[in-house]
């Protein structure tokens, strides 16, 4: 395995791992000591690759 190979699985599982922490989060608004109703949040596109300096 070249260290190319490595840092590409790498980032490939980190960005596996994101998804899987956030893919099914959800928020509410705390305005004035109340706690607001709870909602789905959605993500926004992830890029499948990250740019590791060599």
Do not use: H, W
């Amino acid at each position: 395995m070249t260290y190319r190979k490595f840092v590409v699985d790498i980032c490939e599982g980190l960005v596996q791992f994101i998804q899987e922490l956030y893919g099914n989060a959800s928020s509410a608004v705390l305005l004035n000591g109340q706690m607001g109703y709870f909602f789905v949040t959605s993500v926004g596109y992830v890029r499948d690759f990250c740019f590791p300096t060599f």
